[in-house]
């Protein structure tokens, strides 16, 4: 995979719950280390945490394209909303990319998801860090 795809094909993989995409984009030495304190090494590990944690919670997302994809009938509710803030920035072996989050709560946030890449373009390491609160009325970047 090259570095400048990481992104998008990473949230479509989560957006589409596509456990077969996402298999196929970890490196077997895989980590994930999350803000909730949530680490997982090894890609068996790593995929487990996205089936039972992320796949069992869905979003709207709001797409580059400016088109919206909504869960379906037979997907949970979802909890809020996410706009990555696509295209990601990269540099060498890493790559960078911000996601709006809005829950349905009211409460408003960034993170920040910086993925590292080995040489034959699987992923070895996902980085994911909390921002701070956002304002209502922030602007989008």
């Keep these: ?36 304190g949530v680490s997982a090494y090894g890609s068996e590990a790593v995929l487990d945490l996205y089936f039972t944690q992320d796949f069992a919670v869905s979003y709207v997302w709001h797409l580059p394209d400016g088109s919206r994809h909504v869960p379906g009938p037979d997907e949970p509710q979802p909890i809020g909303s996410l706009r990555p803030l696509l295209p990601a920035l990269s540099s060498g072996n890493e790559s960078m ?18 993925f590292t890449l080995n040489d034959e373009g699987l992923v070895t390491q996902v980085l994911v860090y909390k921002g701070p609160h956002v304002p209502p009325d922030a602007p989008s970047s």
């Excluded at 090259?2 to 970890?26: M, P, W």
């Excluded at 990319?97 to 910086?114: F, K, M, P, T």
């Design 97 to 114: 990319v911000q996601v709006e989050v809005q829950l349905n709560d009211g409460s408003a946030y960034r993170v920040v998801d910086i």
């Design 1 to 36: 995979m090259k570095i400048d795809d990481v992104a998008s094909e990473y949230f479509r993989c989560i957006r589409e719950r596509d456990a077969e995409g996402l298999t196929q984009f970890f490196a077997e030495d895989a980590a994930r280390l999350t803000y909730k």
